[in-house]
């Protein structure tokens, strides 16, 4: 896990924002405190199969860390609340967080987690207070914010301003993204807009 964790950072100099340098910074104090500590994990295999199988085709700097670190990550339904966000939208994507509230790296101001989005669907226009950047680690992504259309992949970054509607639509493959959250990172005001 300590190269998965190391190549995020890695990630993070090369996004070089102010909120992606504070994030890395707190993981590295994190890290260098303690140690994380993660037990396996196989309460998902199917889903670890068809994620690892989406990574493989990858070359980004951090899919082969994130096939070795399947075993160890929880993924989990999405942690938006469920008032906020239909079952049937929610069931287009999982989430894996690793740095936040109640998972590895505790963190008040940041949030940042994996998604994987399934193949062939559609997450309709959303928006909320917190600002967002995503990084393409596998798979490919029709991106819009309802005006303009982007076809992003893998080593791309996507940046969303706060409140700025984005949609994603993926492919055959699927998509797997890093992303995080900045500035007012509760859920509270996460909305759907279609
Ligand atoms: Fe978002």
Redesign the pocket.
């Known amino acids: 896990m300590n190269n998965l964790f190391e190549k995020i950072c890695n990630l993070l100099t090369e996004e070089n924002t102010e909120a992606s340098l504070g994030i890395k910074n707190e993981i590295e104090a994190f890290r260098s405190s303690q140690n994380i500590n993660f037990s396996p994990n196989r309460a998902t295999p199917s889903l670890s199969d068809e994620i690892v199988r989406l990574l493989k085709v990858s070359e980004h700097i951090l899919a082969k860390q994130l096939i070795e670190a399947q075993k160890w990550l929880v993924w989990r339904k999405t942690t938006i609340p469920a008032t906020l966000i239909s079952e049937e939208i929610s069931n287009l994507f999982y989430v894996c967080p690793i740095m936040g509230l109640d998972t590895y790296i505790p963190s008040k101001r940041f949030r940042l987690g994996f998604l994987y989005q399934k193949p062939n669907c559609y997450y309709p226009l ?3 207070n ?1 600002v ?1 950047t995503y990084a393409v680690i596998g798979g490919a992504l029709d991106w819009s914010d309802g005006k303009e259309h982007r076809k992003l992949t893998v080593g791309d970054f996507v940046h ?1 301003p706060s409140l700025l509607p ?1 949609a994603f639509k993926t492919r055959s493959l699927g998509f797997l993204g890093l ?1 995080h959250w900045s500035g007012d990172i509760s859920p509270d005001s996460y909305k759907v807009l279609e």
Do not use: S, T
Request: hydrophobic share 25%; aromatic share 12%; glycine share 0%.
């Open positions: 959303h928006n909320h917190a967002e969303h984005h992303w």
